[in-house]
Structures are given as structure tokens and as C-alpha cells.
């Protein structure tokens, strides 16, 4: 069947009934009726649980009201008012779900429902909703408001899972992906004091969304705390779209390491100093971008290198610039991989320092790892496609989330669906509605069958 339909034929719904229903069919002699065809097909529809698509598209729309731009994306930063108020929208939505939110000391929104086998370690779903500064209505935000359907769906049924259900609104993902990386304790100290796009920094962020910086030893996990984490994201590439592929099955998830690069040259007057007497910082920077960018297309592999923020002081037209401040970031599916870049660009550098008269010193502030998914997860998002009629592709993941830090203590697996000609964290990011209710069903499909194990 096509993308675009994504409905299930008769076949494919007999074919999806879950095993809990088909048991309780069975118990209860229901599969002795001999019913018509059409009566079976009316029972089984009732039975087979589908999320409400014009409501789940609905609350997206709500959603993009928070931070909304002139652009038609967002500008809903982590901290920001937009952020905070729209987190609150959420925890009202999950209380009518009946779910128990609550924002822990890491700053994430968590929402709790238990099972009816309260022995069994939870079930978690989420993402995030914070974006980068003018970025658009789908990335984090698909995932989120997917969760919260599955919850409102399972309300409306009045259908209790076994395991506790859990649904995560990580903090800070764009920033850093705070939330997440302090469940798994990997967020350190000096992270507290980054001054992110909202202006404030990450712990006094934390503390606007309610939490506490200094308490953030104490939302750590443990091996074993969660049956698994499941995570629909809009994949921010092109594949699935250019292949009419409706669901991207995710293997794994890149590694990133970020650093803080500081050339040092020297301040000087733009109109008095002949240009073979200067120091000028931003050539060197100029240089060390070009590096960078050339490093990371000559090595075999497929790492991305990137400079993406630079700052030159004092900013002014008429003095050379005496320091450049910039971020590089790495990505790669192995660390080791992510290493052995970084050695070759930082290996590197003596010759442009030499030639410009500048100083070039590096300081690491971000390290997220890379994560495989869980294979037996991978399967279960299959399957759960093929009984929706959907087509799937097993496909890595060039951008980092938030399930890949929860992987450092559960099973993860992530559902991505198509990015309209693969534009992501712009204003023009689309996925259609379709789409968006695909992912959630196959969110909700996947979440029942592993609740069952
Ligand atoms: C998250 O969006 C990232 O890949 O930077
Ligand atoms: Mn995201
Ligand atoms: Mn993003």
C-alpha cells in the first residue's frame, strides 16, 4: 500500500489484533460466534486500538502557538516563557489522560500512570518540545504530542497496560539535551553554568522549569529502572521521503562531541597596520573552518564536522580582531570515529597558527554517545508497521536525541517518519498529518506488543 493512505485493509487488521485481545476474544467464546464477515470486522475494529488522528493533529497545531514566529516556525528555546508555558498546557492534557506529572530536579516534565502489574518497571515515552532558536513545528515536537495521544488513547479505552507507563518531556534537548543526560548521569557540573539561547544558563534554566541543578545526582537511573524507552521523531533527512518510505526504523543514533575553540591574535588598529604585521584572529579562524570542513570530507567514513557558532572581539569594523571564539562539533555512529577526526583537525593546526601569528586552544563541552537501538525493539516497530500496512526502512540517525542517553540504562527504540524534502530545525520543517498519525500509531502499536512480553 502507498504512504499516503496508511490504512489498514481488512487482512492487515485481523492479521494486527493483539494477542491480549485475541485471548480475551478467545476466553470469552467469542471466536465460537458465527458471525458475518462484517460483524468480525466490526468487532475486531472496536477492539483493535487507534489513536484520533484529527485530535493528535489538532494539538499539534495548539502546540506551535507556543513560540509561534513571524516565519511560521518557532522560537520556543529551552527556559524560555514559551517553554514553560507550553509544558504546562501538557501536564494539564496528561492529567485528563490520567497520568501524575511533575517536573523533576533535572527539569523534565514526567508523567506517570501505573500498570496493573506495579512489579514491572515502567514503559517510557516522550521527546522533547524545546527547539533551536527559529526552528520548526515537528522535530521533538511529533514525539511528544505522539506520546500524549497513546495516553489519551488508552484513557478513551479505559485500557490498562501491565508495566507503569511513563511519558518524558526531556529538558533542554536542543541545549544540550539536559534532561535526558541527567537520567543517565551524564550531565557534568560545569555544564550548569553554559549560557544557552534563551540567555540563561542551564541551571538557572533548570530552576525556571521548577527544578534543581543541585539536585541532579538524584534523577539518575539505574540499569534496569525502565523496560524500554520509545521515542517518534520526524527524521530531518531525506530518505524516507524521497523513497516514499512511510516509517524509518532507527539502528542507531551518532555520537556528538562539541568543543569551544578560541584563536588568539592580537588588537590592533584596521587602518594603521600594514597587513604583513598583524595577528589577526580571524584569519586564523577562517583557516581553521576551512580545516575543519576539508578534514571531515577527506577522511573515509561518514562523519560530519561543523562550525557552527563564531563570535570575533571586539566586533567592530575598524580593529583587527584580537580573539574568535567558535563551537566544533563532531558527530559519528563510533566515538572512536569522532576521536580520530578531532586528532587529525587538532593534529593539524600548527601550520595555520604559524602563518597567521595566532594561538589556537580547544576546550571540550559536550559529549553525547552514540547508541545503538535494541535489536528485538527494531522488530516490534516492524512488525507493528507491516499489521498497519506501512512500509519501513532500517536507517541510522544523523541527528542526536534524547534516546540515545536513556539507551545508557533501557532498551531504546525510535520510529522516525518522513521530513518534507528532508528540511529540518527551519521554519519550512514539515511532515503532513498522515504521516504524523502513522508514527503514532505504529508509537502505540509497538508500546502494546511490548507490554505484553
Ligand atoms: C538535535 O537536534 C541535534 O541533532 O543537534
Ligand atoms: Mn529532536
Ligand atoms: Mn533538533
Avoid at 529551552?78 to 490520567?98: C, K, Q, R, T
Avoid at 551524564?186 to 549560557?195: H, S
Avoid at 570530507?297 to 580593529?319: D, F
Avoid at 540515545?404 to 514539515?430: K, N, R, T
Amino acid at each position: 500500500m502507498g504512504r499516503k493512505g496508511g490504512r489498514r485493509s481488512q487482512g492487515a487488521l485481523l492479521f494486527g489484533m493483539d494477542r491480549r485481545h485475541f485471548n480475551g476474544l478467545a476466553a470469552t467464546g467469542l471466536m465460537g460466534l458465527n458471525l458475518r464477515p462484517q460483524a468480525w470486522f466490526d468487532l475486531l475494529s472496536d477492539q483493535n486500538l487507534e489513536v484520533d488522528g484529527p485530535r493528535l493533529n489538532q494539538r499539534m497545531r495548539e502546540l506551535e502557538s507556543f513560540g509561534a514566529n513571524a516565519a511560521g516556525g518557532i522560537d520556543r528555546v529551552a527556559f524560555s516563557d514559551a517553554n514553560i508555558e507550553a509544558l504546562d498546557w501538557m501536564a494539564g492534557l496528561l492529567v485528563e489522560s490520567g497520568f501524575s506529572p511533575s517536573i523533576d530536579f533535572a527539569g523534565n516534565l514526567i508523567a506517570r500512570k501505573p500498570g496493573s502489574s506495579p512489579e514491572l518497571p515502567s514503559i517510557m515515552l516522550g521527546s522533547h518540545i524545546d527547539s533551536v532558536p527559529g526552528g520548526g513545528n515537528y522535530d521533538g515536537q511529533v514525539g511528544s504530542m505522539g506520546a500524549l495521544e497513546v495516553a489519551a488513547t488508552l484513557a478513551d479505552a479505559a485500557y490498562t497496560t501491565r508495566h507503569p507507563l511513563e511519558v518524558s518531556i526531556f529538558s533542554n534537548e536542543e541545549g544540550g539535551k539536559t534532561g535526558s543526560r541527567a537520567l543517565a548521569g551524564e550531565v557534568e557540573t560545569f555544564e550548569l553554568d553554559i549560557v544557552t539561547a534563551s540567555g540563561f544558563t542551564i541551571g538557572d534554566g533548570i530552576q525556571r522549569l521548577g527544578g534543581n541543578p543541585d539536585r541532579l545526582e538524584e534523577v539518575r537511573r539505574t540499569d534496569g529502572s525502565a523496560e524500554a524507552f520509545l521515542e517518534l521523531h520526524i527524521e530531518q533527512g531525506a530518505v524516507l521521503d524521497a523513497d516514499e518510505i512511510d516509517i524509518g526504523v532507527v539502528e542507531g543514533i551518532v555520537g556528538i562531541m562539541r568543543w569551544t575553540v578560541i584563536v588568539d591574535g592580537s588588537t590592533n588598529h584596521a587602518g594603521t597596520t600594514p597587513m604583513d604585521r598583524r595577528s589577526d584572529a580571524m584569519v586564523g579562524a577562517a583557516r581553521f573552518i576551512d580545516l575543519v570542513h576539508t578534514t571531515a570530507r577527506r577522511m573515509p567514513g561518514r562523519q560530519v564536522a561543523t562550525v557552527g557558532r563564531l563570535e570575533a572581539e571586539p566586533g567592530a569594523p575598524n580593529v583587527i580582531p584580537g580573539r574568535v571564539t567558535m563551537t566544533l562539533e563532531i558527530r559519528d555512529l563510533s566515538m572512536a570515529g569522532i576521536e580520530r577526526v578531532f586528532n587529525e583537525i587538532s593534529g593539524n593546526t600548527a601550520r595555520i597558527t604559524e602563518e597567521t601569528g595566532t594561538h589556537l586552544s580547544f576546550q571540550r563541552f559536550y559529549t553525547s554517545r552514540a547508541a545503538p537501538t535494541a535489536m528485538w525493539i527494531r522488530e516490534i516497530i516492524e512488525t507493528s508497521a507491516q499489521g498497519l500496512s506501512l512500509s519501513t526502512h532500517r536507517m541510522p540517525s544523523g541527528a542526536g536525541h534524547d534516546a540515545q542517553s536513556i539507551a545508557l540504562f533501557a532498551p531504546v527504540g525510535m520510529i522516525f517518519i518522513p521530513s518534507v524534502a528532508g528540511v529540518s530545525h527551519a521554519p519550512d520543517e514539515h511532515t503532513t498529518p498522515q504521516d504524523v498519525v502513522n508514527g503514532a500509531n505504529v508509537l502505540l502499536q509497538t508500546l502494546l506488543e511490548l507490554d505484553e512480553r
